[in-house]
């Protein structure tokens, strides 16, 4: 069982930038494919970022890509989100992901594990 915690969320003005960290604990996360997912209120929830088993591979929703960077230090067993020009949009909770060992990345049923959630308010 791997236990995943995010931290970094808040409140930022748009055009802004933020930092998101997920601590995992409880098993080494070198094994799987982890991500970021994000859920708005009214909304669906929704694929942000993914990077492959040994980070040579990183996916992006297009509605990121360009602005968000995913990234994964499996020595300290933790997964990065660096969200740069932020814009009202991205308001939502941000959640972390982990476990996938071979399903789409794309799909949040590949993840067996999910952190409890960061809000992030981008205020216009």
């Known amino acids: 069982q791997v236990h995943l915690v995010e931290s970094g969320g808040g409140l930022v003005r748009a055009g802004g930038s933020l930092s998101l960290s997920c601590a995992a604990s409880g098993r080494t996360i070198s094994n799987y494919a982890m991500g970021w997912f994000r859920q708005a209120p009214g909304k669906e929830r929704e694929f942000v970022a993914a990077?492959?088993?040994?980070?040579?591979?990183?996916y992006y929703a297009d509605s990121v890509k360009g602005r968000f960077t995913i990234s994964r230090d499996d020595a300290k067993n933790t997964v990065y989100l660096q969200m740069h020009n932020l814009k009202s949009e991205d308001t939502a909770v941000y959640y972390c992901?982990?476990?996938?060992?071979?399903?789409?990345?794309?799909?949040?049923?590949?993840?067996?594990?999910w952190g409890q959630g960061t809000q992030i308010t981008v205020s216009s």
């Open positions: 990077i492959s088993i040994g980070g040579g591979s990183t």
């Open positions: 992901v982990g476990g996938n060992r071979g399903g789409s990345y794309y799909d949040p049923r590949s993840y067996g594990y």
